[in-house]
């Protein structure tokens, strides 16, 4: 079964930054995707960014330029990291896992990611 360990959330100013982390476990083969969604209060979840098994990577427009999305396969950990943070970007964290996602040309939905992580609060103050 496959699991996900979310770290590295907390509370900044405007302008700073945070690294989030996923690590996976339980899955035996080295190629997945992770995808990295958030959720505010009062507003539906959306895709942030997301790394596919052949390592190609996706971020949304509305980040492009602050985010990004990388993986150390030695440590079967999946980054986000997020830079110059905004009060908008207050939110929800979650990781998410699928075994059967390769290329990635946009954002994949929600839908198809089989594991989810349990989500971790992001604070940008102004």
């Known amino acids: 079964q496959v699991q996900l360990v979310e770290s590295g959330g907390g509370s900044v100013e405007a302008g700073e930054s945070l690294r989030l982390s996923c690590e996976v476990s339980?899955?035996?083969?080295?190629?997945?995707?992770v995808g990295w969604f958030r959720q505010a209060p009062g507003k539906e979840r959306e895709g942030v960014a997301a790394i596919g098994g052949d390592d190609s990577t996706f971020v949304v427009a509305s980040v492009k330029g602050r985010f990004s999305v990388s993986r150390d396969n030695a440590k079967n950990t999946v980054y986000l990291e997020m830079n110059n943070l905004k009060p908008e970007d207050t939110a929800m964290y979650f990781c998410?896992?699928?075994?059967?996602?390769?290329?990635?040309?946009?954002?994949?939905?929600?839908?198809?990611?089989?594991?989810w992580g349990t989500g971790l609060q992001v604070t940008v103050s102004s």
């Open positions: 339980g899955y035996p083969y080295r190629r997945y995707c």
């Open positions: 998410a896992f699928s075994g059967d996602i390769n290329n990635i040309l946009n954002m994949p939905s929600g839908s198809l990611f089989r594991s």
